[in-house]
């Protein structure tokens, strides 16, 4: 991991690696378990590079996404909703505008949601799913190990986790202009 992560001091430093990871100009960042961040990787989902790319330099780090999707692979029917988990400092109005993004039908959750919200199904079985048991205490420390012992505090102290998830299987439309609205 390069030094790029060790000298970051807060989530906007954070947010600002992982706009740079997005575009290609970093090779990895601390959670991810590829050494590279590629086309395997984006699976057909190139168009929300923008605004995550966006979403992060305004202060949203986005760790986990995925397009929405609904179609047949091989003989299976995938469904997927769309989906992006980030972390925001939790004193920053755009907390705020993230969870208003409910008023637009969004399921918004702040932390680690309490039931099962399934994310990706095949063949009508779970293949995805957020929340419905215990997060380990530990998850920041996994997602961030490497990084500035300054950022990591804050991310800690001050970092709110939000998921928002488009309820409807297989819509890829409006998530994400919601999300650019919202981070712009």
């Keep these: 991991m390069g030094s790029v992560w060790r000298t970051a001091r807060s989530i906007d430093d954070l947010g600002e690696n ?29 168009h929300l590079m923008p605004t995550l790319i966006a979403a992060n330099r ?13 179609e047949v692979i091989d003989g ?4 997927q909703r769309a989906w992006v988990e980030g972390v925001v400092h939790d004193h920053s109005p755009l907390l705020g505008r993230l969870l208003r993004l409910q008023d637009q039908g969004f399921t918004v959750v702040r932390g680690w949601p ?38 990591l505090r804050e991310v800690r102290q001050h970092g709110a986790t939000i ?4 309820p ?5 439309d409006r ?7 919202a981070v712009r």
């Excluded at 305004?58 to 609904?70: E, I, L, R, Y």
Aim: aromatic share 10%.
């Design 76 to 79: 299976a029917h995938w469904r």
């Design 58 to 70: 305004s202060g949203f780090v986005t760790t986990c996404s995925q397009p929405g999707s609904d």
């Design 114 to 151: 309490k039931r099962q919200i399934v994310l990706t199904e095949v063949d009508g079985r779970l293949v995805t799913a957020i929340g419905g048991w215990r997060m380990r205490r530990d998850s920041v420390h996994c997602n961030w190990r490497g990084v500035g012992h300054r950022a």
């Design 18 to 46: 992982m706009a740079l990871w997005l575009e290609g100009r970093i090779p990895s960042w601390p959670g991810y378990l590829g050494d590279e961040f590629g086309e395997e990787e984006t699976n057909g989902a190139r």
């Design 163 to 166: 998921h928002i998830i488009d």
């Design 175 to 181: 998530l994400w202009p919601a999300l650019m609205g």
């Design 168 to 172: 409807v299987w297989g819509r890829d």
